[in-house]
């Protein structure tokens, strides 16, 4: 079945720091990827998502390339704020009958 | 166009009641999921309804829970019974009827504490 795996946290940097949360997958198919970010207290906002290889998804600064030699789908940003504090999430979506399946989150802590 | 709304945000129940979330989709969406997120943990698939269809259940307990998307109204998700450990914050999302390869829209979620 599809799974996604992505970096343990929590994750702490200092403000304008370089980020980088990893993010593989195993799916059959050609998937759709997507990042989801979840603040204090809220459900989950779509960040950003690619649907076919090399794609690349950005929005808010985030970044991220569909790399299917890797399967990989890793979010950056080049400088960081104390407001991207959040718990980030990787998903998939495939052709199969489930929904969206979800990494386990990543905890982000950005201290000023 | 209101996006996929939850009630009660916010619910408190005693061992041995019942939970009843509800979940409005977004206007044209026909496809509704659960999702479970206990403390310090990730999100965990439930159920995957169409209206009026279980599509996949395979994330749900066995017993005490349910759920159901009528042909009128929101989906529900029951909780017979609630024990301490069904404390969690229960999200709802839904897609457009080509479901494959689309992003799910989520609600706010209903925290569910069990006293």
């Known amino acids: 079945g599809n799974s996604v795996t992505q970096m343990e946290g929590p994750v702490t940097l200092s403000e304008e720091a370089f980020l980088t949360i990893n993010c593989t997958y195993t799916?059959?198919?050609?998937?759709?990827l997507f990042w989801y970010v979840q603040y204090p207290g809220e459900g989950l906002q779509l960040l950003l998502k690619a649907t076919k290889a090399d794609d690349k998804g950005s929005n808010k600064g985030f970044e991220a390339t569909y790399r299917k030699e890797t399967t990989s789908f890793h979010l950056e940003k080049g400088s960081v704020q104390v407001s991207d504090s959040a718990v980030y999430f990787c998903?998939?979506?495939?052709?199969?009958?489930?929904?969206?399946?979800f990494g386990k989150g990543t905890h982000l802590i950005i201290q000023p | 166009n209101a996006g996929v709304m939850q009630n009660p945000r916010h619910l408190v129940r005693r061992r041995g009641q019942e939970a009843r979330l509800r979940c409005s989709p977004m206007k044209g969406h026909s496809h509704v999921y659960w999702y479970r997120q206990l403390p310090e943990e990730g999100l965990k698939f439930m159920v995957y309804l169409q209206k009026e269809n279980i599509i996949d259940e395979s994330g749900m307990p066995k017993e005490r829970f349910s759920a159901e998307f009528p042909k009128e109204g929101p989906s529900i998700l029951r909780i017979q019974q609630v024990v301490r450990g069904d404390s969690a914050a229960y999200f709802c999302a839904s897609s457009p009827p080509s479901r494959q390869n689309t992003e799910a829209f989520f609600g706010q979620g209903t925290r569910l504490t069990v006293v």
């Open positions: 998903a998939l979506s495939g052709t199969g009958a489930d929904g969206l399946t």
């Open positions: 799916a059959t198919g050609y998937p759709s």
